[in-house]
């Protein structure tokens, strides 16, 4: 045990939120709790309670339509409200705005880009707003917008829309950066018959969202956890003794899984078409050797495994890999190095109500 010190940061108790889960079910994951009492088993929990959250049913119907799971995206709000309040409240906001005010707000693209997260943005507004929520969209996600231009007005109490304003705008900022940075990617290899997408390398707690975002710009998930896919890499081929028997020991293991394996030679590459490999990744070639690369695979026998490039690739040098043949293009940028898009939420001034009579006056005079 070691004794805390007076000159480093001191570990506090956190109540962590189970991003993804569901009220009522059993902690161990066993289907649901006895807060339900329906004796659904595990698995079947989701399609018995699809969108059982705090969020407005419709809302949650749009999130999950996008791919995206409702209770994730509310718990991700949560965190991201309680972080900015940590424990308080909007001291400046409680000093400032009369607790009855009642406001409309326009969320506005500052730059052209790609939008991503409007409704993301609303979840986190939703969880945070007291009084009732009035929201008005202009775009859809994956829309190009440009600077300027109104992407989501929203009316509701003001002290409320002034405390989640930053949580939704850093998230909304952040997936129309990546779906703008992806989308730059997707108009590179238009024709080619490539597509772009993305890595593992996401925010902790985002992926689902980064990759979502990813979606929205134009490009293509790879597998989204440790689980769904294999992906052989060289420290794997190196304590397996070789590409083909990593591939093997892989294969054996998990035989109902898609297996990528990836190589950074020629010798490589004939050796994981041999073993059967169902994607090879070409990681750090010319796009000379990658055509050769490409070549090899066409002409083996079977069907041919699908490739991917991975490393070197620049929006300048994209499409000289992409008219290789390569089927995608891997690009860990989209995720982790894509500036936000500048988007800012603007109250509007209101005009004061006309004196009582003024208003069938001025009807009046204009007719």
């Not at 699809?50 to 049913?57: H, I, M, T, V």
Request: with cysteine.
């Amino acid at each position: 045990m070691t004794t805390p010190t007076p000159d480093r940061p001191q570990p506090v108790e956190l109540t962590l939120l189970p991003l993804g889960g569901r009220p009522g079910t059993d902690d161990d994951g066993g289907g649901c709790g006895a807060a339900c009492g329906c004796g659904t088993d595990a698995g079947e929990v989701y399609e018995h309670h699809p969108l059982e959250c705090g969020l407005d049913p419709d809302l949650a119907q749009l999130l999950a339509d996008a791919g995206l799971d409702p209770v994730q995206v509310e718990d991700i709000a949560h965190l991201a409200i309680e972080e900015d309040l940590d424990n308080g409240v909007d001291v400046t906001t409680v000093a400032t705005i009369p607790e009855d005010a009642v406001c409309t707000g326009e969320f506005t693209a500052r730059e052209d880009g790609v939008v991503a997260g409007l409704h993301i943005a609303e979840a986190v507004l939703s969880v945070v707003c007291t009084d009732e929520l009035e929201v008005d969209r202009h775009v859809e996600d994956g829309d190009r917008v440009t600077a300027g231009q109104v992407l989501l007005t929203v009316r509701t109490r003001t002290r409320d829309l002034l405390t989640g304003e930053r949580s939704a705008l850093n998230l909304l900022c952040r997936l129309s950066g990546i779906a703008t940075a992806t989308r730059r990617w997707a108009d590179a290899l238009e024709g080619t018959g490539a597509q772009v997408r993305d890595t593992r390398k996401t925010t902790p707690g985002l992926r689902a969202l980064e990759k979502y975002a990813v979606r929205a710009g134009g490009g293509v998930n790879h597998r989204m956890s440790l689980s769904d896919a294999a992906l052989v890499k060289d420290n794997h081929v190196l304590a397996a003794g070789g590409v083909a028997e990593a591939f093997k020991l892989v294969r054996d293991e998990f035989p109902d899984l898609p297996v990528e394996v990836e190589v950074d030679t020629l010798h490589q590459v004939r050796e994981a078409l041999d073993a059967g490999a169902d994607l090879i990744l070409l990681d750090n070639l010319t796009p000379a050797e990658t055509a050769e690369a490409v070549a090899l695979a066409r002409t083996h026998a079977g069907d041919g495994a699908i490739l991917e490039s991975s490393g070197r690739l620049t929006l300048d040098n994209a499409r000289a890999y992409a008219e290789t043949g390569v089927d995608y293009l891997a690009v860990g940028a989209l995720t982790h190095s894509a500036p936000i898009l500048d988007i800012g939420l603007d109250l509007v001034a209101e005009a004061p109500e006309a004196p009582e009579g003024e208003g069938a006056e001025a009807v009046g005079e204009h007719a």
